[in-house]
């Protein structure tokens, strides 16, 4: 098992560019987390999806689109990137929610110039 | 509303000697806690976690963390640490109760960087 992999490892955007960063995950998982990771504030939520079809807003996701499509994928979108959205962005998984433990992705290191 | 608070942000250690990163944390509800450490440039990896029973938990690596619910904390403790302990430590907790779907949502301290000094 991969476990979780994400795509791409590091990119550099202009401002006002888009992209989409794809979390991939083969343990049949039916929770998966967007996080950003920006010095001295810890992991924060973007968005959040307890199944396939279904996503929800976590604590900062303004600038940011999802999608689940299909089970074992999980998209961010950044529509028009700001420098404010460069960040390290994980993806995590987990079997369902409450006391399962979260499996994180190597993350994305994402520059906004 | 849940928040979780590290003491520390950073905490320089000699090998060999024991260590304490402190968590603190509020909620109006009951929670499940969990200890995460990230070496550099990986994602995060489980060390340990609370869900229930022991208020001692022992987690891999040797360490341990214990949850004291009257002082709402549950801090992470090692005997004695090695150069490889050197990483960010991150202390989160999720609800027990589940809001539309929100439970299991982990909600991260700002992380402790541990340092690790022959």
């Known amino acids: 098992n991969a476990g979780v992999t994400q795509t791409p490892k590091f990119r550099v955007l202009k401002t006002g560019q888009s992209m989409t960063l794809l979390c991939a995950q083969d343990m049949n998982h039916e929770y998966m987390y967007w996080y950003r990771q920006d010095p001295g504030m810890g992991l924060r939520l973007i968005h959040y999806?307890?199944?396939?079809?279904?996503?929800a807003k976590g604590e900062v996701p303004d600038g940011y689109n999802v999608s689940r499509l299909k089970k074992q994928n999980f998209l961010l979108g950044l529509e028009s990137a700001a420098p404010s959205q460069t960040s390290v962005y994980f993806c995590?998984?987990?079997?369902?929610?409450?006391?399962?433990?979260?499996?994180f992705g190597p993350g994305t290191r994402l520059l906004v110039l | 509303a849940q928040s979780v608070t590290q003491l520390d942000s950073q905490v320089p250690v000699f090998e060999e000697a024991p260590v304490e990163l402190r968590c603190n944390y509020s909620?109006?509800?009951?929670?499940?806690l969990f200890w995460y450490v990230q070496y550099p440039n990986q994602g995060l990896q489980l060390l340990l976690k609370?869900?229930?029973?022991?208020?001692l938990v022992k987690g891999i690596n040797g360490f341990e963390a214990e949850f004291n619910k009257s002082q709402t904390s549950f801090h992470l403790r090692k005997p004695s640490v090695h150069i490889s302990d050197t990483a960010e430590y991150f202390c989160a907790v999720s609800d027990q109760v589940n809001y539309g779907g929100s439970q299991g949502n982990l909600i991260f301290g700002k992380g402790t960087k541990l340092s690790v000094k022959p």
């Open positions: 609370y869900l229930s029973g022991s208020t």
């Open positions: 995590a998984s987990t079997l369902e929610g409450s006391s399962k433990t979260q499996y």
């Open positions: 909620s109006s509800v009951s929670v499940y």
């Open positions: 999806s307890v199944g396939e079809g279904t996503t």
